[in-house]
T-cell receptor, first 108, second 114 residues
Framework: GQSLEQPSEVTAVEGAIVQINCTYQTSGFYGLSWYQQHDGGAPTFLSY????GLEETGRFSSFLSRSDSYGYLLLQELQMKDSASYFCALSGTYKYIFGTGTRLKVLA | DVKVTQSSRYLVKRTGEKVFLECVQDMDHENMFWYRQDPGLGLRLIYFSYDVKMKEKGDIPEGYSVSREKKERFSLILESASTNQTSMYLC?????????????FGNGTRLTVT
């Protein structure tokens, strides 16, 4: 089966850098995605890694290592608006399996 | 911009009722999905559809069924609602089947079964 583990909560201060980890156990997948969800809102897509390595999109970067069954989302120059839940997701054929989610609290 | 619209933001139903949750997308996406979201459990896939009239079970299909008569519309049906189906239900669509293109989510339907 497939399961993805994330820390339940991370706290950081404004302007800092924070890393949210995602470890998984699976027999195969196409890529690892990250989604952001503010309270009361819909999840929105942040990034996708099909290959091992780092993908950078503005203040956000995402990393994948298939050999270590591990990925992370890196948020730089944290802002108050980054306070939200973050989900990693593995994609297989027609299927996306989500992690349990990490609530990020950004403190002033 | 892709828009995924769920017909109700909040619903309250009684145990045993038949419940319909409707979802419409406006971008001609082939793939549509129904998830439920519960605290500490993340998003769990209930059913998905990759074409009109096609449907596949996800990880937690028990107690649910789906209907996709038109490409833009994907309905989730609770045949006989139970209290353990109280949850946030999220509909999503995507253009490809491998995750390279993002899932587009609706704003969710918070269902309470009493």
């Amino acid at each position: 089966g497939q399961s993805l583990e994330q820390p339940s909560e991370v706290t950081a201060v404004e302007g800092a850098i924070v890393q949210i980890n995602c470890t998984y156990q699976t027999s195969g997948f196409y890529g690892l995605s990250w989604y952001q969800q503010h309270d009361g809102g819909a999840p929105t897509f942040l990034s996708y890694n099909a290959l091992d390595g780092l993908e950078e999109t503005g203040r956000f970067s995402s990393f994948l290592s298939r050999s270590d069954s591990y990925g992370y989302l890196l948020l730089q120059e944290l802002q108050m608006k980054d306070s939200a839940s973050y989900f990693c997701a593995l994609s297989g054929t027609y299927k996306y399996i989500f992690g349990t989610g990490t609530r990020l609290k950004v403190l002033a | 911009d892709v828009k995924v619209t769920q017909s109700s933001r909040y619903l309250v139903k009684r145990t045993g009722e038949k419940v319909f949750l409707e979802c419409v997308q406006d971008m001609d996406h082939e793939n549509m999905f129904w998830y439920r979201q519960d605290p500490g459990l993340g998003l769990r896939l209930i059913y998905f559809s990759y074409d009109v009239k096609m449907k596949e079970k996800g990880d937690i299909p028990e107690g649910y069924s789906v209907s996709r008569e038109k490409k833009e519309r994907f309905s989730l049906i609770l045949e006989s609602a139970s209290t353990n189906q109280t949850s946030m239900y999220l509909c999503a669509s995507s253009i490809d089947d491998r995750g390279a293109s993002p899932l587009h989510f609706g704003n969710g339907t918070r269902l309470t079964v009493t």
